[in-house]
């Protein structure tokens, strides 16, 4: 039977989940975003380093999206997030090296 997950697992993640340190990878190895840019904010694109609230905001956004999904298994990522949606729980990882077979 699958755990009812509420917004509560949403901060309890949040909370866990070392930010600090994937702000200091991105820098350390120059990881970047890519912004699109607002010509009504005369804001031209391109890469930039997000700042710990930007990658806060993404990562909370995709662990909402996964919540919200009516499967029971569902996933949502990208910037290096992913975030996981189990009977069990919710999961967010940030993965620069990942690879499967499937």
């Not at 009504?40 to 990658?55: A, F, L, V």
């Not at 995709?62 to 990208?78: C, N, P, Y």
Request: no cysteine.
């Amino acid at each position: 039977m699958a755990k009812q997950l509420t917004f509560q697992d949403v901060n309890n993640v949040m909370d866990n989940f070392d930010f600090f340190a994937v702000h200091a990878y991105m820098k350390l190895t120059n990881w970047t975003w890519w912004y699109q840019g607002d010509p009504d904010k005369k804001i031209s694109s391109g890469n930039y380093i997000p700042t710990q609230d930007e990658t806060r905001h993404l990562a909370r956004e995709f662990l909402i999206r996964v919540l919200d999904a009516k499967e029971e298994v569902s996933a949502q990522g990208a910037g290096g997030f992913m975030a996981y949606k189990f009977p069990w729980g919710l999961k967010l990882t940030f993965e620069p090296f990942k690879s499967s077979t499937y």
